[in-house]
């Protein structure tokens, strides 16, 4: 039943490790988001697909690299992990882009680097 | 590009009372804002949202205004319930991307 599921849900590495944290929806959605919430709890778009398309890429290290092998699937692999990333990563889905297209938020994968 | 500010950052009220968050917003050509509730350990979830030709809209204890002039929006929770105590995120679609305000951590005394 579950419409968007991460996993891990929690991931705790050393620093220069690499990961990948999956993402994966039943709705039947076209568009895929990674965001990262921090220690603040601030919510902060990462990367953006449609129809396995990359639509938004942030400002984002290029350690962090997403892959959608197909529609209903959003990863997220990061390279040689740093203290800094550390934080809850969310992945979301909607409908389509832009207005009225409710994002449904999966429930969090938090990743702490040691 | 979108910047959203989000006040105030706390906010306790006692049960029965009204609770509301006020957001800002810079970029006039934004035409989509959602609130979102975020309970502790899970992803945000939307409450209510309103477009930029609609002034106000309520569903049931919760109501969303805004001043499209002033670039204000703002949520408001009236009859609150200890459930309503959680984290709320206003946000502001500008094109494809939502930008997020900084989150108010509303708790609920009973």
């Known amino acids: 039943d579950t419409a968007v599921s991460q996993t891990p849900k929690y991931l705790v590495t050393q620093m220069g490790n690499d990961k990948s944290i999956k993402c994966e929806q039943n709705?039947?959605?076209?568009?895929m988001y990674w965001y990262k919430q921090d220690s603040k709890k601030f919510l902060k778009i990462m990367f953006s697909?449609?129809?396995?398309?990359?639509?938004i890429n942030e400002t984002v290290p290029n350690r962090f690299s997403p892959k959608s092998p197909d529609k209903a699937h959003l990863n997220l692999h990061i390279n040689s992990l740093e203290l800094g990333d550390s934080a809850v990563y969310f992945c979301?889905?909607?409908?389509?882009?832009?207005?009225?297209?409710?994002?449904?938020f999966g429930p969090g994968t938090r990743l702490t680097v040691l | 590009g979108e910047n959203v500010e989000q006040h105030p950052s706390t906010l306790s009220v006692q049960e029965g009372d009204s609770a509301v968050i006020k957001c800002t917003y810079s970029?006039?050509?934004?035409?989509?804002f959602p609130w979102y509730k975020q309970e502790l350990g899970k992803g945000p979830q939307l409450i209510i949202d309103?477009?930029?030709?609609?002034g106000e809209k309520k569903d049931q204890r919760i109501a969303v205004t805004l001043n499209k002039t002033a670039k204000h929006f703002s949520l408001h929770i009236t009859e609150t319930q200890p459930e309503d105590s959680a984290v709320y995120f206003c946000?502001?679609?500008?094109?494809?991307?939502?930008?997020f305000g900084a989150g108010t951590t509303v708790t609920v005394r009973a």
């Open positions: 946000a502001a679609l500008e094109g494809y991307k939502l930008s």
């Open positions: 709705l039947g959605h076209d568009t």
């Open positions: 970029d006039s050509a934004s035409n989509y």
């Open positions: 309103i477009r930029s030709n609609v």
């Open positions: 979301a889905s909607s409908p389509g882009q832009g207005a009225y297209n409710e994002q449904f």
């Open positions: 697909y449609n129809n396995k398309e990359l639509i």
